[in-house]
């Protein structure tokens, strides 16, 4: 597959990079990833990752737009309070390139549901507001063999990390918070709040984290990390590394 020339000349700031050239922006095209939650994390992931010219994207919220969305959940406008998240974020990734397949589900993921939903995707962005689903989504990553990029915030901390519990030796996302959140249903930014460019910050690094992985033996570039969490805290501000240890009793991937 080679890049049709308005291709080329639309991503020539990514191909003139050597870490990441023509056949990194090649697989980028091919890419389908999968967005779940399209609200502060995922608003700034989407818009980078169809700037980045990933070829096709599902987009996953089962929210309608507030007034309150909008100090950090920039791909929204006041004219479109009211309306599904996940159908307004597709709208304007085809406005922004209609050379993007983009497929909104409106709904929410569950243990029940989450295999299905997210079946095909090379990669799974995850920028939800709960432990239940993010731990659904996790599970179901493993299951379909394919990476995770996680990302989560709340006030001034943010993380963000690749995982691949697929792979032997590298950890899940249960791994790192154990089972006890599975029932937990928390919006942390509606009672302790978040300032707005730190949803930015976290939601442009899990684009990069998911760019990483998703050019993984095509450029050199593709270090995806699997396993390493980055913390960053707002308030320092400073950027903190920890590895993430493989669960030899997960149940979400100690089988895999
Ligand atoms: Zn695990």
Redesign the pocket.
Known sequence: MALAPDRLERFARHVVLPELGGAGQVALAKAHVAVVGCGGIGSPAIQYLAAAGIGRMTLIDDDRVEASNLQRQTIFAPDQIGKPKAKVAADWVRRFDSAIEVRPVVGRISAENARRILEGAFLVLDGCDNFATRLAV?DAC?KLGVPLTSAALGRFQGQVANFA?HLPGE??????VGDAHDGEDCDTCAADGVLGAMTGTVGCMAAMHAVRALVEGRATFGDPQWGTLLLFDGLAPSLRPIRIV??AS?????G?
């Open positions: 996790s493993v519990g950890a899940c996302y249960r791994c790192f493989k669960d997960c149940k979400g991937c100690s895999a």
